[in-house]
């Protein structure tokens, strides 16, 4: 990218724009390579803006919520990343409905709803990403997923915002059929009143069993792999022998065996490299192919 175009971005946009920015800082796993443009845009406005230069300029992007579900490859990201954590409105004027911008942290949209007595989210108590990120993954816990509550989609591309229905989107476990090329903007939500007191309760709750069974102490990115059907990932893993497992950097978290943690300086090629000896051991251990959950972003 040449220092024109650098120079016209940043003075087009209010938001911050990174250049070289360390992907690192950006991810749960605290792993990734350097994205060559990294936008924070400081508004719908501005993002809108900077879909339409990086589609003039051919420059490709993807967007990242808070990185709990990402792992970013050492050789990091070519093109633009796109952060959203400036995107954070959040409406009850509608209650029992709520509107929320995709850049709200999840649990803080928990904990209001809980708070002023509407439910439905908080099973979901303690999953670390953004309203963006769970739309986009189906995020689910116990047996509540955001599919089932969301209503409404606004979707951003490079021509401008999209108002879609739920129906127009299939959410499935742990993926939706959402185009790779929108950005989710904001999502409305339908919640259930309920006793906040129960609902704040359950919370509590919540986190403590989170605490119990995936207080890793490391850095991590949650379940590394999906459960397959009637299946539950971390037995197949352990029954192949490898919690604790260990490629570089990287290990088999001895508490939990679905989850691979950081201790310290690993690579992106050290969680990939363990990833496929977990799929390879399981495998032939009990015949099952495991699919991973965590998304694979950037250059090798
Ligand atoms: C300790 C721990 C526990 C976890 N527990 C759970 C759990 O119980 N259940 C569960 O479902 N998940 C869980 N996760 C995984 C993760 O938190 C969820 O998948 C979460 O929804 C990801 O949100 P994020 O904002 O971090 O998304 P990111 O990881 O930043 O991104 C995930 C994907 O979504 C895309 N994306 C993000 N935001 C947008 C947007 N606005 N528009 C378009 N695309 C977007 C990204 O490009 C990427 O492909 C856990 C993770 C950790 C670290």
Redesign the pocket.
């Known amino acids: 990218m040449t220092e024109a175009l650098l120079t016209e971005i940043r003075a087009a946009l209010r938001g911050p724009v990174l250049t070289r920015e360390p992907m690192s800082r950006h ?2 796993w605290r792993i990734g390579g350097p994205a060559d443009l990294f936008l924070c845009p400081a508004d719908r406005d501005d993002l809108r803006l900077a879909l339409g230069l990086l589609r003039r300029e051919k420059i490709p992007w ?9 792992l970013v490859a050492d050789g990091g990201i070519r093109g633009a990343v796109i952060e ?1 954590s400036s995107l954070a409105r959040l409406d009850f004027s509608a209650a029992p409905m709520v509107r929320a911008e ?2 709200v942290r ?1 649990m803080s949209l928990i904990r209001e709803s809980c708070r002023r007595g509407l439910g439905g989210l908080e099973q ?1 108590a ?5 309203l ?10 116990g047996f509540q ?1 955001i599919g089932r509550l969301v209503r409404t989609l606004v979707l951003a591309g490079a021509d401008g915002e999209e108002h879609w229905t739920a129906e127009q989107v299939r959410f499935a476990y ?1 993926t939706t059929s ?1 185009p790779a090329d ?4 904001a999502a409305e939500l339908k919640l259930v009143p309920a006793d906040a007191e129960g609902l704040q309760e359950e919370i509590r709750q919540r986190l403590l069993l ?1 605490r119990r069974s ?1 207080g890793v102490g490391r850095p ?4 590394v792999f999906k459960n397959p059907p009637g299946q539950q990932a971390w037995k197949l893993i352990d029954r192949a022998g490898l919690r604790g497992a260990v490629v570089g950097g990287a290990q088999v978290s001895e508490r939990h065996s679905n ?1 691979i943690v950081n201790n310290g300086g690993a690579s992106a090629a050290d969680v990939i490299d363990l990833m496929a000896q977990i799929q390879d051991r399981v495998y032939r251990q009990s015949g099952i192919a495991l699919e991973p ?1 965590v ?1 694979i ?1 950037g250059e090798v």
């Open positions: 991810t749960t993807q967007v990242i919520g808070k990185g709990s579900n990402l959203l995709a850049g999840l979901m303690g999953i670390p990403g953004t963006g990120g769970a739309v986009v993954m189906n995020a689910g816990a997923y742990r959402l929108r950005v989710v903007v989170r995936q991590n990115a949650g379940s989850f959950e998304r972003a």
